[in-house]
């Protein structure tokens, strides 16, 4: 059975950064697609957006458009981890963000934009 945990959530300032994590462990990682998404309050799950994805092998990339050129998608398949920089936080960035790989969801890390 597959797990994914983020990490790295918390409050900023806008034009602040942040860095999320997400371990992954009993599945192979490197196969799959890593995906963040975010859910905005009121919102269910499934109604998340997509914030960024990025190919197993790491040479590929995509964004959303109101995150892209502030976050950058990265991952380590030798450590089973994938990543979101996120710089220049703004306010509407506030939600809670979670990864995504195989069939695999984590628990979510809530991230706070405010002065």
């Known amino acids: 059975q597959g797990h994914l945990v983020e990490s790295g959530g918390g409050l900023v300032q806008p034009g602040g950064s942040l860095r999320l994590s997400c371990q992954a462990s009993?599945?192979?990682?490197?196969?799959?697609?890593g995906t963040w998404y975010r859910q905005f309050p009121g919102k269910e799950r499934d109604e998340s957006e997509w914030v960024a994805e990025i190919a197993p092998g790491g040479t590929g990339a995509g964004y959303g458009d109101s995150v892209k050129g502030r976050f950058t998608i990265s991952r380590d398949n030798d450590n089973n981890k994938l990543f979101l920089q996120m710089n220049n936080l703004k306010p509407e960035d506030s939600a809670v963000y979670y990864c995504?790989?195989?069939?695999?969801w984590g628990q979510g890390t809530q991230v706070t934009v405010s002065s």
């Open positions: 995504r790989a195989s069939k695999y």
């Open positions: 009993g599945f192979t990682f490197s196969r799959f697609v």
